[in-house]
T-cell receptor, first 117, second 113 residues
Framework: DTAVSQTPKYLVTQMGNDKSIKCEQNLGHDTMYWYKQDSKKFLKIMFSYNNKELIINETVPNRFSPKSPDKAHLNLHINSLELGDSAVYFC????????????????FGPGTRLTVL | QKEVEQDPGPLSVPEGAIVSLNCTYSNSAFQYFMWYRQYSRKGPELLMYTYSSGNKEDGRFTAQVDKSSKYISLFIRDSQPSDSATYLCAMSAGPGGYQKVTFGIGTKLQVIP
């Protein structure tokens, strides 16, 4: 009964490689996100999608490309991996409550720990 | 200057103590103020949120927002070892989705039995 799942949990790879991280949510949410948490534990938004459409695109190198095949999935593909890409990547999802003054809670996945050697 | 400032700690307290965690921010547009808890090697989970100014209480947890000072706090009463985690404040100009949520760096809390 996992709500937001990510695969793989750990990813160790060489510089220059291309890798993908997959995310799935079974909560029926409309919005999904990718966050990066660096070694100092700073959690920063990268992208968000609403019903498969990109709505937030922070200043992220274009080596990072999100893809949303349907509203339950948001994958992250990274080309030409660099040492500085080493971090924990979190996927999250939230509903669109449409209720004034009510926060649309973001539910986070367990994270994917990426290590670039 | 970061949009959201938070002391990373670590903060170490004895069991039963009252814990005070806080954040300051610079963006006047922030209207939603959240506290997330993150256990080691897990994703963050929402503890509570406040819309605009004021206080909110949920069991042993109380969140306070002072928009005039751009200062938010989380109080934990009767702290337990199970409260040991990193607490991240987070803020947004809107309820989510189309408005990004900006997180603080998180304060690591250890409650000693």
């Amino acid at each position: 009964d996992t709500a937001v799942s990510q695969t793989p949990k750990y990813l160790v790879t060489q510089m220059g490689n291309d890798k993908s991280i997959k995310c799935e949510q079974n909560l029926g949410h409309d919005t999904m996100y990718w966050y990066k948490q660096d070694s100092k534990k700073f959690l920063k938004i990268m992208f968000s999608y609403n019903n498969k459409e990109l709505i937030i695109n922070e200043t992220v190198p274009n080596r990072f490309s999100p893809k949303s095949p349907d509203k339950a999935h948001l994958n992250l593909h990274i080309n030409s991996l660099e040492l500085g890409d080493s971090a924990v990547y979190f996927c999250a999802s939230s509903p669109d409550l449409g209720t004034p003054n009510e926060y649309n809670e973001q539910f986070f996945g367990p994270g994917t720990r990426l290590t670039v050697l | 200057q970061k949009e959201v400032e938070q002391d990373p700690g670590p903060l170490s307290v004895p069991e039963g103590a009252i814990v005070s965690l806080n954040c300051t921010y610079s963006n006047s547009a922030f209207q939603y103020f959240m506290w997330y808890r993150q256990y080691s090697r897990k994703g963050p989970e929402l503890l509570m949120y406040t819309y605009s100014s004021g206080n909110k209480e949920d069991g042993r947890f109380t969140a306070q927002v002072d928009k005039s000072s751009k200062y938010i706090s989380l109080f934990i009463r009767d702290s337990q070892p199970s409260d040991s985690a990193t607490y991240l404040c987070a803020m947004s100009a809107g309820p989510g989705g189309y408005q990004k949520v900006t997180f603080g760096i998180g304060t690591k809390l250890q409650v000693i039995p």
